[in-house]
Every structure is written in C-alpha cells, then in structure tokens.
C-alpha cells in the first residue's frame, strides 16, 4: 500500500546509545519531515528535507542528525541519546508544499532511560 | 515566525451537536491543512485547502486567506469522532502545526 512506512514502531534506549529511525515513502514526494510529539505540545519540527539533496533544521535540531538518503528516504539519528529524547517521533512527507495532502508514518515511541 | 493557534484547547460535546474549531495563523501560507489523530495516535490528513470550502460528509472546512483564519465544522458529531484535530500550514519550505484540539463528543 502506498504511503509512510517508519520504523522501528517502538524503542528503549540507554542514555548515551544511538540509533536511527528509518522513515520511506512511495508516493514520489518531494518534501519529507522529522516531528517529535510531547504530552500537552504540538508536534515540533525536528529537521525536514525540501527536496532530495537538501535537509534543513527546525525548531528543536540539537541531538539530531538527518540523511535524504534519495528521494524515497529520510532517516534520523540520534548520535548520543538522552532522557529529553524520550518522545514520540513521526515522519510525513507531502508532495509539494502548495499542492496535495501530508501522509504520516505510524509514529516511533521512543523511551530513553 | 510563522505561528500557527487553534482554540479551543478542549471541547465537550453531546452526540448530534455541531462542532467548530478554529485555527489562526500569522503570515501569508501556500496552503492549510487539517488533520485528525486518534487515541491510538495516528494521525491521518482530513482536507488541504489555500482557498474557499472543502466539504467531506460530515466534515466541512473552510479558509478565509485575508483574515488568516480557517475553521474545521463537524456536523451531527458522533463518539467516533473524538479525537485531536490538528491545523496546519504550509510555509516557504515547512509545515508547521499547531497544538491541537482534543475532542470529545458523548452519547
């Protein structure tokens, strides 16, 4: 089925462990997002990439690191996790920022302890 | 900046009551989305929209480009409809939310 597949769904890291959270799309998109969602807030743009080649910060990039590996992928690392990571994080992606809806993975909970 | 604000926060209501929720934004957008996320937490698209009035059965969203403002009206509201209604918009290279408006609507 066409759509937003992210993984992993669920995730315990130690302080101080990394990993990647991989996010791939089908749908031909050109713009992909990395959003984290905190109890009480929005969601809040971590990094995004407008178009493949090229990534962009957000509102709360510090401990992130993102790669558009190629047009189908946008992966996020967390280098050196910590507590204030724990989260949960979601991808979209949405063909052109003045056309056509966003489509969201499932959402990665992300618990470092 | 661009800032995105929904209100209300929170909304009650009774099952067959029409529902509106409201959404402002703070600079020129190439488009307006709204999105609906579920207690299980998935969040799917329900319109996207830069001009005028969408409608999808029960689901009626328009948008006013000069004042900045849009707002998402459920019809006959039904249980199933609870859930968080998302706004947001499209600007320059980002999509920015605001914080949501937990619905809850009671039989």
């Known amino acids: 089925n066409a759509g937003v597949t992210q993984t992993p769904k669920f995730q315990v890291l130690k302080t101080g462990q990394s990993m990647t959270l991989q996010c791939a799309q089908d749908?031909?998109?050109?713009?992909m997002y990395w959003y984290r969602q905190d109890p009480g807030m929005g969601l809040r743009l971590i990094y995004y990439s407008a178009s493949e080649g090229t990534t962009d910060k957000g509102e709360v990039p510090n401990g992130y690191n993102v790669s558009r590996l190629n047009k189908r992928e946008f992966s996020l690392r967390l280098e050196s996790a910590a507590p204030s990571q724990t989260s949960v994080y979601f991808c979209?992606?949405?063909?052109?920022?003045?056309?056509?809806?966003?489509?969201f993975g499932q959402g990665t909970r992300l618990t470092v302890v | 900046k661009n800032e995105v604000e929904q209100s209300p926060q929170n909304l009650t209501a009774q099952e067959g009551e029409f529902i509106t929720i409201n959404c402002s934004y703070s600079?020129?957008?190439?488009?307006l989305h709204w999105l609906q996320q579920h207690p299980g937490g998935g969040i799917v698209s329900l319109f996207m929209?830069?001009?005028g009035k969408k409608k999808h059965g029960r689901l009626i969203a328009t948008i006013n480009i000069q004042e900045k403002h849009s707002s998402l009206h459920i019809t006959a509201s039904h249980p199933r409809d609870s859930a968080v209604y998302i706004c947001a918009e499209t600007s320059g290279s980002r999509l920015t939310f605001g914080e949501g408006t937990q619905l809850t609507v009671n039989p």
């Open positions: 749908m031909n998109h050109n713009s």
């Open positions: 929209l830069s001009s």
């Open positions: 979209a992606s949405i063909r052109s920022l003045s056309a056509g809806e966003a489509f």
């Open positions: 600079v020129g957008i190439s488009a």
